[in-house]
């Protein structure tokens, strides 16, 4: 398949955009914000709140991470330029994702939330540790994860709004089509990693939600 130059200039800025960092806000936003029992249950400034707080644990955090471990790496060998590996990015990713899990409990909020935020960091082990055998799309198991998570509440009719899984398909199709534009996967990775984060989150929310 050839790409052109724009297709290239277009889904390289979506790969960043529709980033696995991302997923847990997006889940967040979608049990905190969405028509149902959590949103009718807390004021909108606690739900921003905690909004902010997952934001800072899964998106701020690992950022800084491991922009320090770039800049470290130019101080001690300025003439090797040392690259952030793959491994580098899932294992700061796990910590700041399983930290963010730890904390909101330890916070008492809402059990479905927390479960939802522990279902998004058993996926990306689960991508992890598949991805060292075999190179799974780790931006669809995390918006598998997104849409297993807005399927599931909606199947037990804990939320409403039935076109915000619509939506996340469609976040799916953009980051999916980018990476296999950009060569990094193949379409059966693809499919693969978004059905693995949609099962992780349906079972993790199946067996421990209350």
Known sequence: MTVTPTEQRIAHPLTILLHPMATPTVVALYILFSPGMISALFPADYRWLITALIALLTILIPLFFLLVFKWTQLLISPQKKEKITTTHLFITMLVCF????????????????????????????????????????????????????????????????????????????????????????TPAQVYTGYLLGFITQLITLLLLSV
């Open 98 to 185: 399983f930290l963010c899990f730890k904390v909101l409990r330890i916070m008492g909020t809402a059990s479905l939330l927390t479960t939802s935020i522990l279902g998004c960091t058993l996926t990306l082990f689960l991508t992890f540790l598949i991805h060292r055998k075999w190179h799974i799309a780790a931006h669809s198991a995390g918006w598998g994860s997104v849409s297993g998570t807005i399927a599931t509440l909606l199947a037990m009719q804990l939320t409403s709004g039935a076109w915000f899984f619509m939506i996340s398909l469609l976040l799916f199709g953009l980051s999916g089509t980018a990476v296999i534009l950009l060569k990094k996967h």
